[in-house]
Each structure stands twice: as structure tokens, then as C-alpha cells.
T-cell receptor, first 117, second 114 residues
């Protein structure tokens, strides 16, 4: 079945450092890819998305490019802030996941990011 | 803009008791998904509904049941609660296209079983 693998955390960075959180996926169909963010004590918020190969999702300075050839969707930000401290989840939704769950989100295990001033 | 509403926000129950969690989707959304997130864990898909019918089932225990009502809100019923059921329970709602464009999650219900 479909799956998402993301780098394990925690990741600790200084303010203004460059961030990369790796995410790779396995899918039987043509999934949409997402990054969700969960701030302490809060629910999941959609950070950015990409629905087809070579699409770039971007939001709040974060970017991720849908790479079909490497089945990856790595999250990047050029200069992190303390307020970016959160847990980041990579996820996919595959409407063609025959034999599995179609349409629901499959999450990676999350990467906790801590940004120090 | 209206969001996904979950109630209650916090719930404390004793072992072997029953709990009911509610989810009110965004207006005109016809799909509801339920997820369970244990401490320090990624969200796990439990069950989903489309147009008031169960559309998919994940790792939902037999002790749990859920349904979607005529007004599209959904309830997750949990019986014979166990300590391991302590978790954050999210619901997400979707309409046409959300599988591609991203679901909206509620703030969750934190269930503590003591």
C-alpha cells in the first residue's frame, strides 16, 4: 500500500538557518502531496500542497516540489523563525490506491522542528 | 470562514466507560474523516463517510463505531474505553476536490482515559 517516509527528528536550528525536511513516498496511483503543520497544543493545518509532478507548493516562505522521478516532496525554508517551531507532517492522498484506502490522507511520522533564537 | 468544529475539546473518562465525539464539517462538505493521534505519533486514519455512508475503514477498533447524520455531522462512539485509547482525535472534512487540494482539520478532541 501507499506510504510516506520522512526524516526523523527532532531538528534543532538557530533562527535564520536553512531548513530541509526530507519526505519520500510510495504510491500506486498519482497522489497529491501535502505538508501539514501542527503547532503545540493545536490541530493540523495545511501548509502547502502539490497535485502533480513538478508542481511547487509554497506558503509562508516554505516550499516543496513534487518530484516524481525521485518520489520525493522535501520541505524547505530559507530562513526559519522561532515561530516555525512545530511538528511537520508530510502526507499523500491517492484516489487510485486500489486495494487500499482511497482518498484519505496517509501521513509520515512527523518531524519536530525547534528553532532557537 | 467556517471551519470544522469538534466537540468536546477535552474529555476525561474512566476505563470501560463510553465516549462520544462529535464533528461538524464545513458547510457543503459531504465527506468526513476521523483520525487518531497518540502521544508523539502520526495521525492514523480510522474511518470516513461520504454522503452519510461509510466510505472507507482504517485501523478502527471494533469497540468504536461512527456514523454521519443527515446534516452531515459525524459522531464517533467509543465503548469499553482502554488506557491506550487516550489520544487526540481529529476529524477532517472535504468536498469535491479536497482529496487533491487538502482537507481541513478540526482542532481535535483530546481524550484521556484514566
Amino acid at each position: 500500500g501507499d506510504s510516506v517516509t520522512q526524516m526523523e527528528g527532532p531538528v534543532t536550528l538557530s533562527e535564520e538557518a536553512f531548513l530541509t525536511i526530507n519526505c519520500t513516498y510510495t504510491a500506486t496511483g498519482y497522489p497529491s502531496l501535502f505538508w501539514y503543520v501542527q503547532y503545540p497544543g493545536e490541530g493540523l493545518q495545511l501548509l502547502l500542497k502539490a497535485t502533480k509532478a513538478d508542481d511547487k507548493g509554497s506558503n509562508k516562505g516554505f516550499e516543496a516540489t513534487y518530484r516524481k522521478e525521485t518520489t520525493s516532496f522535501h520541505l524547505e525554508k530559507g530562513s526559519v523563525q522561532v515561530s516555525d517551531s512545530a511538528v511537520y507532517f508530510c502526507a499523500l492522498s491517492d484516489l487510485m490506491n486500489y486495494g487500499g484506502s482511497q482518498g484519505n490522507l496517509i501521513f509520515g511520522k512527523g518531524t519536530k522542528l525547534s528553532v532557537k533564537p | 470562514a467556517a471551519g470544522v468544529i469538534q466537540s468536546p475539546r477535552h474529555l476525561i473518562k474512566e476505563k470501560r466507560e463510553t465516549a462520544t465525539l462529535k464533528c461538524y464539517p464545513i458547510p457543503r462538505h459531504d465527506t468526513v474523516y476521523w483520525y487518531q493521534q497518540g502521544p508523539g505519533q502520526d495521525p492514523q486514519f480510522l474511518i470516513s463517510f461520504y454522503e452519510k455512508m461509510q466510505s472507507d475503514k482504517g485501523s478502527i477498533p471494533d469497540r468504536f463505531s461512527a456514523q454521519q447524520f443527515s446534516d452531515y455531522h459525524s459522531e464517533l462512539n467509543m465503548s469499553s474505553l482502554e488506557l491506550g485509547d487516550s489520544a487526540l482525535y481529529f476529524c477532517a472534512s472535504g468536498g469535491a476536490g479536497e482529496a487533491y487540494y487538502g482537507y481541513t482539520f478540526g482542532s481535535g478532541t483530546r481524550l484521556t482515559v484514566v
